[in-house]
């Protein structure tokens, strides 16, 4: 064999080994991103999506959130253990029911999403398909503050929710708390976004000598000075409303206006 012929010969070795170990690569991180995590890819599990009222301070229906459930054995509806493996064409059959109870209404109805689903090649379909079906509602697509550490492309993220919000979609970031590091995960996205979602249960203090690094206030300056809609959730009580009024947070969501009610029950 001559020096040419082996210096070919263990190039084509080097290309080779180098693609079996980046397929090896891929093939474990897919694995490990999916093992254990594809259990609402089956049809045969039951899934519903529950829709939750958000009221305005003098106790109008402004929106729904709608709340994704799944039942168990004793066949009680409660929230799945995993949302990553719900593929959006599921998620479209889902919400078939969804937008047919609330045809009439004329307010915002509110759909979690996962990183991955906003992510995925079929969200602009998803999009297109959730704006033709719902003619007399507003769209808004919620993401929880706690996925936000995981992005690894801010820009491409950033063009998916531009491209939401260019078919009129409301981008909502729910779950913004009372640590620093909630501020810094969106800080670099707010002229995205139109809502932010504040918890009661992250504001809540157990000892009056806890420091929180932002309170409710804050949240609620932020979003006025970035002309965002805050929404207070989880408000349970008198208390809370008291506080929501004393801040003067209009829009409002919690058990004290209504638990989440099953809209597949509604129409049996």
Avoid at 35 to 61: A, H, M
Avoid at 170 to 193: A, M, P, R, Y
Wanted: proline content about 2%; aromatic content about 12%; charged content about 25%.
């Amino acid at each position: 064999m001559t020096l040419e012929k082996l210096e070919i010969y263990l190039w084509w070795i080097t290309v080779l080994t180098a693609a079996i170990t980046i397929g090896i690569i891929g093939g474990y991180y897919w694995w490990t991103r999916n093992k254990g995590s594809d259990y609402l890819r089956n049809d045969e599990i039951p899934l519903r999506y529950f829709i939750q009222k958000q009221v305005d301070r003098k106790g109008n229906t402004i929106g729904y959130e709608c709340l994704l459930r799944t039942q168990n054995e004793a066949g009680q509806w409660v929230l799945p253990r995993d949302f990553e493996s719900l593929p959006l064409q599921r998620v479209i059959s889902l919400l078939e029911t969804t937008f047919q109870s609330l045809a009439d209404e004329h307010v915002t109805l509110s759909i979690k999403l996962t990183y991955n689903q906003i992510m995925s090649p079929a969200f602009e379909y998803f999009v297109r398909w959730a704006i033709a079906k719902i003619e007399s509602l507003n769209l808004a697509i919620e993401l929880s503050i706690h996925e936000m550490n995981r992005l690894t492309n801010r820009r491409l993220f950033k063009r998916r929710i531009q491209i939401g919000r260019s078919y009129g979609v409301q981008f909502t970031i729910n779950n913004v708390g009372s640590s620093l590091n909630d501020l810094k995960h969106i800080e670099w996205l707010l002229s995205e976004i139109d809502i932010l979602k504040a918890s009661m249960s992250s504001f809540r203090k157990k000892d009056p000598n806890e420091w929180l690094d932002l309170n409710l206030q804050f949240w609620n300056k932020l979003a006025q000075e970035n002309e965002i809609k805050l929404v207070l959730v989880g408000i349970e009580n008198e208390a809370d409303e008291a506080l929501a009024e004393q801040l003067r947070i209009d829009a409002r969501q919690g058990y004290l206006f209504g638990k989440p009610e099953d809209v597949y029950r509604k129409q049996v």
